[in-house]
């Protein structure tokens, strides 16, 4: 017999694998999205996979409103939604939105009863300084929020955990929290408007990346993301613990060989030469969407998900097969 879970902000890259996932290990799943309209990309999203099984709450994390209708009757939560940053935005108005958003939900959940709640965080929370290119860094590790040049969205993701681990940490709270350290997500989206670093593969594909700069990506699959998610649910050893979510540094020019390798005339706009480090810095001066992967040029730095294999017997598949996917899925126009 399933469970009632809530998945904040269903429409996501990471949120709708969780919810097939979920709803194929037999529990409830009550999805919320900002607006009702909403509610039938997150069923196409799905597909097949969704049914009766399946509901929606209308909540915004900028707002109380809603959150408690949206956590009602439910045992766990899985908050995934996170405010994501564009050219123009308010970098305080996305940085409150990810901290007290964590907060409202974490709130509404323990008014309600929850037993537990995931929260999705980021590798950008246990990374050290920048200037630290290389070694392996395990959950004891904490970005620092106030490095100068830090991301917004970095910033974000570690301002937000850490208010959950200080809010369940307050003398009374019954609730159990786990949190979630994916690296770079990649795998195939299940909508269009949720593709994550699918776009990265998209250059490759269409050629509108030229050349090769020296980045490197500690790739995992969205669909192992969502297991872990769903292992750190149901896990009783989890409770209190964060576990990265990674998969060995894959550098760019690795992943246009695998794509060549695999896909044939597909992959014949690959680029195949490669962009100095000084032309990649160049181009991130005038480019926002290149700037924010500058603190990974030339970075081998590794994310140990050793504590996940361990307590949640968290299994991920082969990088190659992540890759490959991704491009069939663009390909192929599923999304």
């Known amino acids: 017999m399933g469970s009632r879970v809530l998945v ?31 509610e039938h990309d997150v069923r196409a999203a799905v597909g097949a996979a969704g049914g009766a099984r399946l509901s929606f709450a209308v909540a915004d994390l900028t707002i109380d409103a809603g959150w408690d209708a949206a956590v009602g009757g439910c045992e766990f939560v899985l908050h995934v939604a996170s405010p994501l940053s564009a050219a123009g935005d308010d970098d305080g108005a996305i940085l409150a939105a990810a901290r007290d ?7 509404a959940a323990e008014r309600a009863g929850v037993r537990r709640v995931v929260v999705t965080s980021s590798c950008a929370a246990a990374t050290p300084h920048a200037t630290q290119l290389t070694g392996t860094v395990d959950e004891t590790c904490w970005t620092d929020a106030d490095e100068p040049g830090l991301a917004v969205y970095r910033r974000s993701k570690v301002l937000a955990e850490r208010a959950a681990w200080d809010y369940v940490g307050r003398e009374g709270c019954a609730l159990e929290l786990t949190t979630v350290l994916p690296a770079a997500v990649f795998g195939p989206a299940r909508s269009q408007s949720a ?31 969502a297991n872990a ?36 005339a597909d992959a014949s706009r690959v680029p195949t030469e490669t962009l100095t480090d000084e032309d990649f810095r160049a181009i991130a001066q005038v480019n926002p969407q290149l700037a924010t992967l500058l603190p990974l040029l030339g970075r081998s730095l590794q994310h140990s998900s050793a504590k996940a294999r361990r307590v949640l017997g968290w299994q991920p598949r082969p990088t190659v097969e992540t890759i490959v996917d991704s491009a069939r899925c663009i390909l192929t126009g599923a999304v």
């Open 229 to 264: 998610h769903v292992l750190a649910l149901t896990t009783p050893p989890a409770a209190g613990e964060r576990f990265i979510a990674a998969g060995p540094v894959l550098w760019f020019g690795e992943m246009a060989e695998m794509l060549r390798t695999h896909l044939g």
């Open 101 to 107: 958003g964590t907060i409202r939900i974490l709130a």
């Open 8 to 38: 904040t902000g269903g429409t996501g890259f990471i949120a709708s694998w969780c919810i097939v996932e979920l709803l194929a290990a037999g529990h409830d799943v009550v999805a919320s999205v900002r607006a009702p309209e909403r």
């Open 195 to 225: 593709m994550g670093s699918l776009q990265i593969i998209a250059a490759l594909l269409d050629g509108s990346a030229i050349a090769i700069p020296r980045l490197g990506f500690e790739v995992v699959d969205v669909r192992d993301v």
